[in-house]
């Protein structure tokens, strides 16, 4: 059976992303900062994806527990309104830790290996396709985990790297609706190459 693993798995699109894999057959595991329920058996890691080694113990932990995932699902983000000149540099690097180095950390610490074996698949959350000052930290840090999986693509072409852009407000009944977005990180799973 294959495995996935939802990293910032909080009760909207991360859970909803892991009910639809689950729904396929995927073992789930999550990596998360507090415990949700997600509605299906899934194993759930605590741990910061601000804190480097934190982040890379819990996915050793998912290796170790149910074997290399199929799927990687970065989804972790720290929204906040701010404009541009208002916080300061350590504001800005703490956000940026879990809007991008977290993605990092977590395509570096995996991406080898998924290379190694052949195959996988390593999907992140974004949005804010054009940046907006109201949101400065947040354009900086969508527009960072872009990079991510963009310079990871290029390195490991024989993985199936991808953002599903989210631009708009989360919601049920809605353009956003959790389920609705985590159909297209199914498509984009299996999609052809």
């Known amino acids: 059976m294959a495995g996935m693993v939802v990293v910032g798995a909080g009760p909207g699109i991360g859970a909803a992303v892991a009910r639809r894999f689950a729904r396929e057959g995927f073992r789930v595991a999550l990596v998360a900062r507090r415990r949700h329920d997600p509605g299906i058996d899934a194993v759930t890691h605590l741990a910061d994806v601000a804190d480097e080694h934190e982040l890379r113990a819990a996915l050793d932990a998912v290796v170790a527990e149910q074997g290399l995932p199929e799927v990687v699902v970065y989804n972790a983000a720290a929204i906040r309104r701010d404009e541009p000149g208002e916080?300061?540099?350590?504001?800005?690097?703490?956000?940026?830790?879990?809007?991008?180095?977290?993605a990092y950390v977590t395509a570096a610490h995996l991406a080898p290996r998924l290379a190694e074996r052949g195959h996988g698949t390593f999907l992140a959350t974004g949005g804010l396709p054009a940046p907006q000052a109201a949101f400065t930290?947040?354009?900086?840090?969508?527009?960072?985990?872009?990079a991510v999986v963009e310079l990871f693509a290029e390195q490991y072409p024989m993985l199936n790297f991808a953002t599903v852009r989210v631009d708009g407000?989360?919601?049920?009944?809605?353009?956003?609706?959790?389920?609705?977005?985590?159909?297209?990180?199914?498509?984009l799973h299996t999609r052809r190459r």
């Open 87 to 102: 916080l300061g540099a350590q504001e800005h690097l703490g956000l940026w830790r879990v809007n991008v180095l977290g």
């Open 137 to 146: 930290s947040l354009s900086l840090g969508k527009a960072g985990l872009r």
């Open 169 to 187: 407000a989360v919601e049920k009944g809605t353009a956003f609706d959790p389920d609705v977005i985590a159909e297209q990180y199914w498509r």
